[in-house]
């Protein structure tokens, strides 16, 4: 048993078939459009007002809406009538499989029960640190930021999974890290499998494809994300009372057995559940 989204579920357990989840998602995708999106389609925005929010967010821990309206390229009204707008259209999966006829409305319920049974031990709803950990605060707001920063910059859906205290991180495809010193020291790390370097290479790099860009131009894409993370980390830290510095990033390329917390730190290790398959950890080893 693992950490699971409802559709791998439903699959995984023979309730619907892989075809119709496919064909679901699909309907998903044309029904649910970004905020973006939306306000585009409303003729709000234009497509250049939104690159230009979706940069200035690479600096500020906003929200897409509420920085269009600071921006002055929406009035409130129009960004309550653009999220409205949203939440009346929005297409949840289950709803999906019932409208191309892989699920009655009574079987979606009661399967929407037993996943929330089965997964209720995987999932966090909020970031927990286990055990004594020393400016716990700090580092709370360092995986929240994390998360915000995966929504909005890389634009992933994920479920982040409960932190663990551990003494070697798994090997997986590439590691980019920062160091972080002043008032605290740490390392920062983002764990990501090949998949999910390529899909933080689109984001950045806003390309629809990065299949002839070679592997520097894309463990360059992951340090730059975690350049983004830890910039608006120490910024918030700073507002918290509390110094911090940062130091250029670097990639690692973990050996098959792993990468051994160092000694006289502690190790914490996020789960970020993006897909089947597809494997992103966020990791802070502090220095006791």
């Keep these: 048993m693992a950490v699971k989204f ?3 579920f439903l699959v995984e ?3 619907v ?3 119709a989840l496919i064909k679901a998602i699909d309907l998903q995708d044309q029904k649910n459009l970004k905020l973006g999106e939306m306000a585009i389609s409303m003729g709000y925005v234009t497509q250049t007002e939104i690159e230009r929010a979706h940069n200035a967010q690479m600096s500020k821990d906003m929200k897409l809406g509420d920085l269009l309206v600071e921006m002055g390229i929406l009035t409130l009204n129009q960004l309550n009538d653009v999220i409205t707008r949203q939440k009346n259209t929005h297409l949840y999966i289950g709803e999906a499989l019932v409208l191309v006829g892989a699920l009655s409305a009574e079987k979606l319920q009661q399967y929407l029960a037993d996943f929330k049974a089965d997964q209720a031990q995987y999932v966090s709803e909020r970031i927990e640190l286990p055990g004594s950990i020393a400016n716990n605060l700090v580092w709370e707001m360092t995986a929240d930021l994390t ?5 909005r910059v890389l634009d992933l859906q994920f479920r982040p999974g409960k932190c663990q205290t551990v003494t070697t991180v798994d090997s997986n ?4 890290a920062m160091d972080l010193s002043g008032d605290v020291e740490a ?4 764990s990501v499998s090949e998949a999910i370097q390529k899909s933080v290479a689109k984001a950045i790099l806003r390309e629809d494809t990065v299949d002839d860009e070679p592997l520097e131009v894309l463990e360059d894409t992951v340090m730059e994300f975690v350049n983004v993370v830890c910039g608006n980390v120490a910024a918030k830290a700073s507002q918290m009372g509390v110094i911090m510095e940062i130091n250029p990033p670097v990639t690692i390329h973990p050996p098959a057995t792993g990468l051994s917390v160092p000694t006289g730190h502690t190790g ?3 789960p970020i559940h993006i897909g089947e398959d597809n494997k992103m950890e966020l ?6």
């Design 6 to 8: 409802f559709g791998q």
């Design 13 to 15: 357990n023979s309730l």
């Design 17 to 19: 078939s892989r075809e």
């Design 147 to 151: 998360y915000k920063m995966i929504t």
């Design 173 to 176: 495809f590439m590691m980019a």
């Design 187 to 190: 390392r920062y790390i983002i």
């Design 268 to 270: 914490l290790c996020f």
């Design 283 to 288: 990791i802070i080893f502090i220095k006791s």
